[in-house]
């Protein structure tokens, strides 16, 4: 038996990385397939796992919007799974490349695993297509791996409970005691800013909040790895032209965890980084109206400051000026996982091809 894991984006890869290995160590034959949708970002998570796709279909062209990708996707997909002929597909997160595997394989009739599935933030358009991609795939899935307890409770209160369902914690944690990143302090403060709902004005207006604020924090240095998308890049660069606000190029996977685990915190729109933070003790403000990952604010460890550049300078400098609150902020380092969610992932494919017993769910 046979089992595709497709991917297409970097999230994807560093998320489903430790799960292929995990697969791999039960000697369950593992397809790993590309999509390209952000094909040199992708390349560069796999790299420090050591791991390369066994199929690419290189599907990134530049200004592509999610049905674009969807269309190609699908169409690719459909003659890949006749010839591979997985008995499980497995998916992960909410992106369009995830949508459209779990669609493609859904139609020739193959069964769809989803890590992390249930999460919610209960607006169908925020985040746009994410929320939608995700309820999608919950509802094709015949296996769902959600990461949390609260997860499931999605799960279940949209009467997917039947299927097969296990909690595994999420497989970032895994990723991050592979690379190990030392943690410090400096005095810099990691700002990744992409996400959809941002580009144009929002966008513009947050940009203006991070230059204020490093005219009003002489010691700090504000380091943005700016997201390769046009929308995302041309505004940051001819808006942030503050030396104390460094925009640098996408970092490979181990320098932003390595970045990450010596920043004060994090100014955010992305859910992974929300994760990989609270993971390692960092504060979050959280640039978005809502977080699908609401462990995070109840266990205090981030901020909704939404869109509004106003909350976000008062936030951000309340951080700065007082280390008291960074400490308590940063305490909530088991929220997501305790390093084995994908030997409970690769555990639950094989319970599902029948070669072995289910795994015992993960618990904080």
Not at 63 to 78: C, F, N
Not at 83 to 96: E, F, I, N
Not at 197 to 217: D, K, N
Not at 249 to 277: H, K, M, N, W
Request: aromatic content about 4%.
């Amino acid at each position: 038996m046979k089992v595709l894991v497709v991917m297409g984006t970097r999230p994807e890869a560093i998320k489903l990385a430790p799960v292929v290995a995990a697969l791999r160590r039960r000697r369950i034959r593992t397809v790993v397939c590309a999509t390209g949708q952000h094909r040199e970002l992708l390349a560069s998570a796999l790299r420090p796992f050591g791991l390369r796709p066994d199929v690419d279909l290189r599907l990134m062209r530049p200004g592509q919007t999610p049905d674009q990708v969807a269309r190609r996707a699908m169409a690719a997909l459909a003659p890949l799974l006749r010839r591979v002929k997985p008995a499980l597909v497995v998916v992960q997160g909410d992106t369009t490349t995830a949508a459209a595997a779990a669609v493609a394989a859904r139609e020739a009739g193959i069964p769809v695993a989803h890590v992390e599935a249930g999460l919610r933030t209960f607006d169908r358009d925020d985040p746009f297509p994410e929320e939608r991609n995700r309820v999608l795939i919950d509802s094709i899935a015949s296996v769902l791996f959600p990461p949390t307890p609260a997860a499931r409770a999605n799960l279940r209160r949209e009467r997917l409970g039947g299927r097969s369902i296990h909690v595994t914690g999420n497989t970032v944690v895994d990723a991050l005691r592979a690379l190990r990143p030392r943690r410090g302090r400096t005095n810099e403060v990691l700002v990744t800013l992409h996400r959809r709902e941002l580009h144009g004005r929002p966008l513009a207006r947050l940009c203006g909040a991070l230059t204020r604020l490093a005219e009003r924090h002489p010691a700090a240095v504000f380091v943005y790895p700016v997201h390769p998308n046009p929308a995302v890049d041309r505004v940051a660069r001819r808006l942030l032209r503050h030396a104390r606000v460094r925009l640098v190029r996408p970092l490979p996977y181990p320098e932003l965890l390595a970045l990450l685990a010596r920043c004060l915190f994090v100014i955010t729109d992305s859910g992974g980084i929300q994760e990989e933070a609270a993971t390692l003790g960092k504060p979050l403000l959280i640039a978005r109206r809502r977080t699908e990952r609401p462990e995070i604010l109840a266990a205090g460890a981030g901020l909704l400051v939404g869109l509004d550049p106003r909350r976000l300078e008062r936030e951000a400098s309340r951080l700065l000026g007082d280390a008291a609150l960074r400490r308590r902020m940063g305490r909530g380092r088991r929220l997501f996982g305790d390093g084995r969610a994908a030997a409970r992932v690769a555990a639950g494919v094989a319970h599902w091809l029948g070669r072995g017993p289910a795994p015992k769910d993960w618990r904080p």
